[in-house]
């Protein structure tokens, strides 16, 4: 069982900049992949970005060349940066980890991008 914590969401200007973090309470290190989500109102969850173990990081379209994800292994922690934040991106941001066929979900994070 892996619990996971989102923070670091807010409120933020369009242009600005925030980092999400992720921790989970268990080792990542053995985690399959770990993807960032977002869910706008009244829409679908869609994937942000995607980090597996010893791969390539993989991005949304919408969001590429502007967000960064990362993982530290040492602190179970995963991280999303975003830069050049779009009123767009406003969502809750979700952090899923995938071990073999178990997927784990945090609870979520606010991000607001005024325009």
């Known amino acids: 069982q892996v619990q996971l914590v989102e923070s670091g969401g807010g409120l933020v200007q369009a242009g600005g900049s925030l980092r999400l973090s992720c921790v989970a309470s268990?080792?990542?290190?053995?985690?399959?992949?770990i993807t960032w989500y977002r869910q706008a109102p009244g829409k679908q969850r869609e994937l942000v970005a995607t980090?597996?173990?010893?791969?390539?990081?993989n991005y949304a379209g919408s969001v590429k060349g502007r967000i960064a994800i990362s993982r530290d292994n040492a602190k179970n922690t995963v991280y999303l940066q975003m830069n050049s934040l779009k009123p767009e991106d406003t969502a809750v941001y979700f952090c899923n980890a995938r071990a073999g066929i178990t997927d784990y979900w945090g609870q979520g994070t606010q991000v607001t991008v005024s325009s």
């Open positions: 980090i597996p173990t010893g791969g390539n990081t």
């Open positions: 268990a080792s990542i290190s053995n985690i399959n992949v």
